[in-house]
């Protein structure tokens, strides 16, 4: 049964904080505990996750600001949950930081906390909404309104997140694919089929593939599995189809093998697609190269405020994809929560964000302007025109309405016959045009026709587009992203080698929702130790200036008093026939 928690408004008037000394009690008040109760802890929205409990009157459940406090903490410092719990049971600051003044008060079991991730997940599988992401956008709102953050600049990154999975080869997956088939199968079954898993269960599939020496044998032994687990498959069918095992060993058949009349024949390397298993106990991390790199698992994308006018800036947005979507997916996907929740105008990325799902979702925000750093794909010709080289004037549904040559001549646009647009050119013009002379023009006279035609698609004027906002804002913009990849380090940190202890997209997620919220508490708590600092040097100032002052003041008046003293003594008069 759900129960709102509120005793930690009522501090014990006798507690471990209370005789703490007053120097120590305020350093613990300014410290990363007092800010994380302050602006996290009470800011969440209990109500939220009462879905996640029964209406029937039953035991309560443990508080869940302290179990979403527990996950933030957990990700933000890189606990286990062994060390989160020691943490919990005997550090002052954690359990400060929880709304705990007193050690021994809310005590729970661990597994309380593992409860509250299978609800969240079961709540999110069932109605696609992770509460754990509600939370923290709501919190960060709520930081944002408090601490008066612009919101109209904001910059985006992403980086590749590794989930807690072995780097296998694709032998040794599909062996281990057939041991956990072997395992979920009676004992009937396993007598049955004992000669086709013997050569795959005497040992680890680590040890398996280590055996296995040079192409040709990997060729062979790939060969050999596949069919073997061509026949499990079909054997098994009927009476386990639906075991999550054999479900595995179906995918990883098909992402393998080329099933032919003559039998299965594994696929070449340069066959299987990045999103082929890669582990099987993490069924969504996928495949991706980038650069010299080869990584397994997911992409996290950060948005974050870049106003140069903030004095701190705030993490605004997590996502967490399998690291095969485009960068440009993320941010279409991104867009319009961003739009909802803030004043953003213009958003500040490097080039791997422009494609053409980003240019419609732009498009359909109409009031968000992308400023890239760099622009992905090869560069136009320097000695001839490009589109982006011709002014683009767009209706509000953003279809090309005219264009404007180089040389100022501005003609409608008009589709095409079959697809694109079209504009054709003063044939009269463009015969005594300087660039048309040279060369340099992309426009072309017609057979049947003397107007110089310019074809482009509609993709095409959006990348030129892009081009133009990129041209316009060289120099402007790479200062404010590149400080975006501090803040991509910050939430990666707690994780060594970027490498969550987690699995399953779910649930790293969750992990960068609960690091990032860190990262933010850890910035607000820089913030008010610079104020504070601040305020302390004006009052020294202030009292410094004030002394002085005083000094001059009492210096001054103790020379008047000492003048009227003397001048108001009585004068010695002379008396005839007295010595002097």
């Known amino acids: 049964m759900f129960k709102k928690n509120t005793k930690h408004q009522q501090p014990a008037l006798i507690s471990s904080v209370s005789d703490l000394p007053e120097k120590q009690r305020k350093r613990l008040e300014n410290s990363w505990a007092g800010v994380f109760y302050r602006e996290f802890f009470c800011r969440i929205d209990e109500e939220a996750f009462a879905v996640l409990y029964s209406d029937v009157d039953s035991r309560p459940n443990v508080p869940v600001n302290v179990l979403v406090g527990l996950e933030a903490l957990k990700a933000g410092f890189g606990w286990s949950d062994q060390e989160l719990y020691e943490n919990f049971c005997y550090n002052l600051q954690v359990r400060y930081a929880l709304g705990y003044d007193r050690l021994g008060d809310g005590d729970f079991e661990i597994r309380s906390l593992y409860h509250f991730r299978e609800r969240l997940s079961k709540y999110n599988a069932e109605n696609d909404i992770n509460l754990l992401e509600k939370a923290f956008e709501q919190i960060t709102d709520a930081q944002i309104v408090d601490l008066k953050v612009r919101t109209g600049m904001q910059r985006m990154d992403s980086s590749q997140m590794a989930s ?45 593939t280590y055996r296995v020496k040079g192409k040709e044998a990997l060729q062979e032994h790939l060969q050999k599995i596949g069919q073997s687990i061509h026949a499990l498959l079909q054997d098994l069918k009927t009476a386990y189809a639906d075991e999550n095992a054999y479900q595995v060993l179906e995918r990883i058949f098909a992402d393998n093998f080329h099933l032919l009349e003559t039998g299965p024949r594994p696929k070449e390397n340069t066959e299987i697609t990045s999103d082929c298993l890669q582990s099987v106990d ?17 992409v996290v994308n950060l948005t974050e405020t870049c106003d140069p006018e903030n004095e701190i800036q705030l993490i605004t947005k997590v996502q967490v994809a399998p690291n095969n979507v485009d960068d440009g997916q993320l941010l279409a996907e991104a867009l319009p929560n961003l739009q909802a929740r803030t004043d953003l105008n213009t958003l500040v ?33 320097p000695d001839k025109f490009s589109l982006s080289d011709f002014g683009i004037q767009q209706d509000e549904k ?92 910050s939430v990666k940190h ?73 001048w108001s003594k009585p004068r010695r008069t002379f008396q005839p026939g007295l010595g002097c």
């Open 164 to 208: 807690n999975i072995v780097f296998a080869s694709r032998l040794q997956l599909l062996v281990e694919a057939v041991q956990r088939v072997e395992r979920i199968l009676n004992e009937t079954d396993k007598a049955r089929l004992a000669e086709i898993f013997a050569p795959y269960t005497k040992d680890s599939a680590g040890h398996y």
């Open 398 to 489: 953003g279809n090309p309405v005219m264009l404007t040559c180089p040389q100022g001549q501005t003609i409608l646009v008009t589709p095409g016959h079959t697809t694109g647009w079209q504009a054709r050119f003063d044939p009269a013009l463009c015969a005594t045009c300087p660039f048309q002379l040279e060369g340099r023009c992309r426009t072309q006279p017609q057979k049947r026709d003397p107007h110089y035609l310019l074809s482009f698609t509609l993709q095409e004027m959006r990348s030129a587009k892009r081009r133009q906002d990129y041209l316009a804002h060289t120099g402007d913009s790479h200062n404010l992203r590149s400080a975006v990849e501090a803040t991509v380090r």
């Open 282 to 298: 993490d069924l969504e991390a996928t495949y991706r190269t980038k650069g010299k790199g080869h990584y397994k698992g997911y």
């Open 349 to 381: 990325t490097d080039g791997g964000y422009g494609s053409e799902a980003s240019d419609q979702a732009l498009q359909e925000a109409k009031t968000v302007t992308l400023i890239q750093t760099a622009i992905r794909g090869a560069q136009p010709d």
């Open 494 to 566: 707690p994780f060594p080698a970027g490498k969550m202890p987690v699995r399953g997209q779910f649930r790293v997620t969750c992990m960068a929702i609960a690091s990032a919220a860190t990262a933010n508490v850890r910035r607000i708590q820089r913030y008010l130790t610079a104020k504070m600092k601040e305020a302390r040097v004006v009052n020294m100032t202030e009292s410094a200036s004030n002394t002085s002052l005083k000094a001059a003041v009492d210096s001054f008046f103790a020379s008047a008093q000492a003048w009227l003293a003397r």
